[in-house]
């Protein structure tokens, strides 16, 4: 059948949009819809802005969950989930209320997606929300917005303890907790999870001593055995698992000015603990999005200005970059739109678009004030 979009609502661009300077590659803008009504709510206001505050494809490629900003800012705060299908954008789209709101805005956390897919594509974490769909029935997870899933069966979140500190809670798909596993370490952030193997990454940091050092750590948490570490000096804080779980890419914010120091985003064997590539062309990495099942990642460029109010070096995004680690090339390179986010103020807050990158690394999604562009990577 014949494809058929809403000239309206959708734009098709068959031409390369977006290269920058020598690079091999490009992307080609596929289409670019519309979705402010779908994600204001049943009682959105009009001094809402419609931001898009978290995107993430489906196993397969073949679909876009999109989370929008909150339409009901009262308690309990309200927002929308919104799924789109790549091939036919426009036709049966699927929104979701959830409880709070599913975010990627802290755009220097190192929490996982607040999107996930089950490794099957039948349920999506949204925030604390686990949305089956099959029939749209939910439920939510008691946790922070740092979880996962974890395997074919069971999800994994940061949770207190009864004793005070946080470990890693596991539950079904029924947010119902099936165990507990204890986290020695007094601090420690969840930063991502394999649900290919069955292992999640954590930033360690101990401030003990005259110095701060920290570390990302790559845990079996059903044994609770250290499979591989890397200290962040080297690596950056900021950590994806690419290639089904036997890579970690990792970045930072950019270079330290006061030390001289420059890291740029790396990815590391998990079994050998080896680093494959380090990406030259782009200045910290953070924030990433790694193709799960691929070898690219969708890292941030940052350059740095001086503040003069407060007399220091504050770190900017300057572009996005698509790095394929396996080849060690940097494809292609953009400056991403600026959104709005929240309330309409004097002072609205502002933020690039939000990002992902396909698992097989073939497409990349952007989005932000209801607006959802897709693009395929052309190398």
């Known amino acids: 059948m014949k494809k058929r979009f809403n000239p309206i609502s959708v734009t098709v661009l068959l031409t390369v949009t977006l290269q920058v300077g020598a690079y091999g590659g490009s992307l ?29 494809f489906s196993p397969d490629s073949t679909k876009i969950a999109v989370g929008g900003g909150a339409y009901r800012m009262d308690r309990p705060v309200r927002s929308r989930l919104v799924l789109v299908q790549v091939e036919h954008p426009r036709i049966n789209i699927r929104h979701f209320d959830i409880a709070d709101i599913a975010s990627d805005s802290e755009v220097l956390g190192i929490r996982p997606p607040a999107i ?19 029939d749209g029935s939910s439920c939510e997870i008691p946790a922070t917005l740092e979880q996962a899933f974890f395997g074919s069966d069971r999800i994994v979140a940061r949770m207190p303890s009864k004793a005070g500190s946080a470990g890693l809670e596991f539950f079904d798909f029924g947010c119902k907790s099936t165990g507990f596993s204890d986290i020695a370490y007094p601090e420690w952030t969840f930063a991502d999870a394999s649900s290919d193997r069955g292992l999640v990454v954590l930033l360690r940091t101990n ?18 055995k250290i499979v591989r570490s890397w200290p962040t000096s080297k690596t950056g804080y ?28 790396r990815c590391m064997n998990v079994d050998t603990g080896e680093e494959i590539a380090e990406a030259h ?23 740095h200005f001086w503040n003069v109010l407060y ?18 090339t940097v494809i292609a390179s953009w400056q991403p739109d600026t959104q709005l986010y929240g309330a309409l103020a004097s002072k609205p807050a502002k933020g690039p678009f939000t990002f992902a990158i396909s698992p097989d690394g073939d497409f ?16």
């Open 238 to 265: 900021y950590a994806r698992f690419a290639e089904r779980g036997k890579v970690i890419c990792a970045g930072d914010n950019g270079e330290d000015l006061s030390t001289d120091r420059q890291v740029p985003p």
């Open 311 to 328: 007399r220091e070096y504050d770190t900017a995004l300057k572009r996005r970059g698509i790095w394929d680690f396996g080849k060690n």
């Open 28 to 56: 080609r803008k596929v289409w670019e819809i519309d979705l402010k009504a779908e994600i204001k709510g049943p009682v959105g206001s009009m001094l809402m802005q419609p931001s898009i505050l978290a995107i993430r």
């Open 281 to 303: 062309g782009i200045n910290g990495g953070a924030p990433l999005s790694a193709a799960e099942h691929g070898n690219r990642i969708l890292a941030s460029d940052h350059s």
């Open 116 to 134: 996930a897919w089950s490794p099957a594509g039948d349920s999506i974490l949204a925030g604390v929300n686990l949305i089956r769909l099959s």
């Open 207 to 224: 401030s003990t001593g005259p110095t701060q050092s920290s570390e990302l750590v790559v845990l079996d948490p059903m044994t609770r």
């Open 364 to 379: 990349v999604a952007e989005a932000g004030n209801g607006i959802l562009r897709l693009y395929k990577i052309e190398p």
